[in-house]
């Protein structure tokens, strides 16, 4: 979403302290009557449930949460610092959410409205415009107090699941904000200690976002407020409309980090890394934006297969080193996590939770991100796997809405990487997702294997090299152009077939119908040959024209590329683009439909080897049962 930058001074905050300071401290609301009893039975845990129905009574509640909270730990006088901190944030994210509510008011016919309403009560058609618009304010009032409390509320742990949505009232701001308050009060009387507090405040404003948002096509005039992005730098705090920004506080990265000439072999691979790892630096913090999504090539996700000890986790580690160093030049803060196994849950919808947050920490805009899935085939099921469990097929349909889903944005602040020792048990759908194939095969020529060797086995010796060139063939710019070379012609049978009777029929491709005809025919010979494996094969030759070398220097000092201007950047990289070439054409055309040839080969060998050991089983039955009739012990 590309916004301008709405400003809200802080006296236009503080006039809301007295307000805010009140809704803490003591204020009545009316609620829904549950027909629960507030008094539990002597002697049980357990209270009395009236069998009379009482839906459509409402009835007072005092709510104080300032006692509330302090109820925490009645053996102390004094607040915890997070006691104090969540009431200090509350009472903050209120004085926001009402200051933010005012800018939907001077955005829209509200404040006219407003005004015309102080003079003389309003009638017809307009006074139901103005409760409309009332409603949408107040909508956008509890909005952004949930919004504030996610981003600024930090816990870790389970979530609960005893929470509810809080019971909302839109007449106006202040009603939207109390009903959230009064929400609030009540998961909290639960909480058993100060980290069950804050998990306990996060998961209620994450229940509540995602009730509003069912409820926002309800509302009229919100959308003037969608395109509204709004910066407070005191509290860190960012409103992009209705984008749900995670707002998890990133955690100093541990992990073993390597560097490009650690990484021997995987060289297309590498290339593309160290690629990505510049082009995630050109994302402007104030547009937020990337000049490579608005000129084409970057990178949002992409596939690594090979076989296990090929090099895949030491490419993690090289993007991730790379991306941690340019962030720490540019003071800019970097997140990355891992999806694995471990996040699997036998509770329903649990697995799908898990991963959407995952998806939503790494999309933050307020950072860098960078995502994995390690082992995506153990961690999402093939959807016609009926031997998986509800978790991993919950991950599937997660990790595709995200990847390429109806409500997918890609700003340019971050790239998903998916990594598997066996690409073809991924769901057809999901792996198509991947805008990149990478093929990890590690160390290939006799000259890898030397490099690999000195390079792990270290100084503590005196053995002499011998006649070799050190890591002269890992040297990026020439190990790349004798790979990409290799894929003139593709690498699988058969892809080889298809190219050879293309070459038979139309000769050396010319023209743009030239290609289409060649991808006509692998379209025949591979059913999973899409119109979404097109896109990606597009992507990868808009990237190949894209495939500058952004100078190291840019990187050394931050004010000569990262902290320039969105449109100075833009230009910086535009100046050195090219266009494309039809030998990068059929090299990209080959080097994606090899990928899919070579994992339908994959899935049809697995296949027929299953096959083969089922009939062997049999035969191997059919024998036993025969001696074991021929002894009499079959029907014993």
Request: glycine share 8%.
């Amino acid at each position: 979403m590309d916004t301008g930058l709405t400003t809200i001074p802080e006296a236009d905050i503080e006039k809301h302290r007295a307000t805010a300071q009140s809704l803490i401290t003591r204020m009545v609301v009316l609620e829904d009557a549950s027909g629960q009893s507030a008094t539990p039975l002597a002697g049980t845990g357990r209270r009395f449930v009236s069998t009379v129905s009482t839906g459509s009574v409402r009835k007072t509640r005092e709510v104080e949460l300032t006692k509330t909270v302090a109820a925490i730990r009645p053996d102390d006088q004094l607040l915890s610092i997070p006691q104090h901190t969540l009431l200090y944030r509350v009472r903050r994210g209120i004085q926001i959410a009402l200051a933010v509510a005012e800018v939907f008011v001077r955005s829209s016919d509200l404040e006219s409205l407003q005004a015309r309403n102080a003079r003389a009560p309003l009638e017809g058609e307009e006074a139901t415009h103005f409760k409309k618009l009332l409603s949408a304010s107040g909508y956008v009032a509890a909005f952004s107090l949930a919004a504030y409390l996610l981003q600024l509320i930090d816990s870790d742990g389970e979530p609960p699941n005893d929470i509810a949505e809080p019971d909302f009232l839109f007449d106006t701001p202040q009603d939207a904000v109390k009903s959230m308050v009064a929400g609030l009060d009540r998961v909290l009387a639960g909480a058993r200690d100060d980290a069950d507090l804050l998990m306990r405040t996060r998961t209620l404003a994450r229940i509540a976002i995602d009730g509003l948002l069912t409820r926002k096509g309800r509302f009229d005039g919100l959308g003037a407020f969608e395109d509204t992005h709004i910066r407070i730098d005191a509290d860190d705090f960012t409103l992009d409309g209705f984008d749900v920004a995670p707002g998890r506080k990133s955690k100093p990265l541990t992990m073993t980090f390597k560097k490009p000439q650690e990484v021997v072999g995987n060289h297309i691979a590498k290339y593309q890394s160290i690629k990505l790892a510049k082009m995630l630096m050109a994302y402007d913090f104030d547009r937020q934006m990337n000049p490579f999504v608005e000129l084409g090539g970057f990178l949002f996700t992409f596939i690594g297969d090979g076989a296990p000890g090929t090099g895949k986790t030491t490419l993690i580690q090289m993007i991730a080193g790379l991306v941690n160093d340019y962030c720490q030049v540019a003071s800019y803060p970097f997140f990355y996590e891992n999806f694995g196994v471990e996040q699997i849950s036998s509770y329903q919808g649990k697995s799908g939770q898990n991963c959407r947050q995952f998806i939503d920490n790494v999309l933050n805009p307020r950072a860098i991100g960078f995502g994995t899935v390690d082992d995506v085939d153990q961690v999402a099921a093939k959807r016609s796997d009926d031997r998986a469990s509800a978790g991993q097929h919950e991950i599937t349909g997660v990790l595709m809405s995200a990847f390429s889903g109806a409500m997918t944005v890609i700003r340019g602040n971050c790239s998903f990487g998916m990594f598997s020792n066996y690409p073809e048990n991924v769901d057809d759908a999901l792996r198509q997702r991947a805008g990149a194939r990478w093929l990890v095969d590690g160390p290939q020529t006799e000259d890898d294997y030397i490099d690999i060797f000195v390079l792990l086995a270290g100084k503590n010796h005196k053995i002499p090299l011998g006649e070799h060139d050190l890591y002269a063939a890992q040297q990026i710019q020439r190990a790349v152009a004798e790979a990409y070379e290799g894929h003139a012609r593709p690498q699988e049978d058969g892809l080889m077939k298809v190219h050879d009777r293309f070459m038979k029929e139309k000769g050396e491709p010319r023209t743009l119908a030239d290609v289409g005809a060649y991808l006509h025919m692998i379209k025949q010979a591979e059913p999973r040959f899409t119109g979404r494996a097109i896109k990606n094969v597009t992507d990868a030759i808009k990237m190949r024209a894209m495939d500058i070398e952004l100078p190291d220097d840019w990187f050394e000092r931050p004010e000569t590329f990262m902290h320039k201007p969105y449109d100075e950047k833009k230009a910086m990289v535009e100046e050195l683009r090219g266009p494309f070439s039809m030998d990068m054409v059929m090299q990209e055309i080959n080097r994606y439909a090899d990928s899919e040839f070579r994992y339908s080969d994959r899935s049809d060998d697995a296949a027929v080897s299953k096959l083969v050991r089922d009939a062997r089983l049999r035969e191997r039955a059919v024998k036993e049962i025969e001696e074991l009739k021929a002894k009499g012990l079959w029907n014993a």
